[in-house]
C-alpha cells in the first residue's frame, strides 16, 4: 500500500469515527429527552393518584360552577374531571382510572424506548472505540515506515 491510499484510508477511518460520534450524541440526546418525558410522566402519574384519592369520597361537585384545571402535556386535571388530548387541541373526558392506565402504558413504552437507546448507545461507543484503536494503530505503523 502506497503512501497516498494510507492516507486516503486513515480519513475514510475518521470520517468513519467522526459519524460514529455524531450518531451517538444524537441517541444521547434522544435518550436525554426521553428521560425527561418520563419524569414528566411520573409527575402526571402521581397527580392523577392524587386525584382518585381526594376525589373517591367527595359526592359530586356542582358541575355549574366554572372549573379551573392544571394542564400536563396532553393530559388535563381539573377539580373533579380528566381529559385527555386526542390531538388538534381536542380532548375527551376520562376516568382517573382510564387516564392512569394511558400514563402507565406511555411510561412503559418509554422504559423499553430508553433500553433500546442504551443499547444502541454502548454499540456505538463500542464501535468508536475500535475505530479510533485502528486509526491510532495505522498511525504508528505510519510513523515507523
Do not use: C, H, P
Request: glycine letters at 2%.
Amino acid at each position: 500500500m502506497n503512501i497516498v491510499e494510507q492516507v486516503d484510508m486513515e480519513t475514510e477511518y475518521e470520517t468513519l469515527a467522526n459519524t460514529v460520534q455524531k450518531t451517538l450524541d444524537n441517541l444521547q440526546n434522544k435518550k436525554n429527552f426521553l428521560a425527561d418525558q418520563q419524569y414528566n410522566y411520573n409527575l402526571i402519574r402521581e397527580k392523577l393518584l392524587n386525584f382518585k384519592k381526594n376525589n373517591e369520597n367527595e359526592s359530586n361537585k356542582d358541575e355549574s360552577v366554572e372549573q379551573k384545571g392544571d394542564i400536563f402535556g396532553d393530559i388535563i386535571i381539573s377539580s373533579n374531571k380528566i381529559f385527555l388530548g386526542i390531538g388538534y387541541d381536542y380532548y375527551i373526558e376520562k376516568t382517573v382510572d382510564e387516564a392512569i392506565e394511558f400514563v402507565e402504558d406511555k411510561l412503559k413504552l418509554m422504559e423499553d424506548a430508553i433500553e433500546q437507546f442504551d443499547l444502541r448507545i454502548n454499540e456505538a461507543k463500542e464501535t468508536l472505540k475500535n475505530l479510533r484503536m485502528l486509526i491510532n494503530k495505522n498511525e504508528i505503523i505510519n510513523k515507523k515506515k
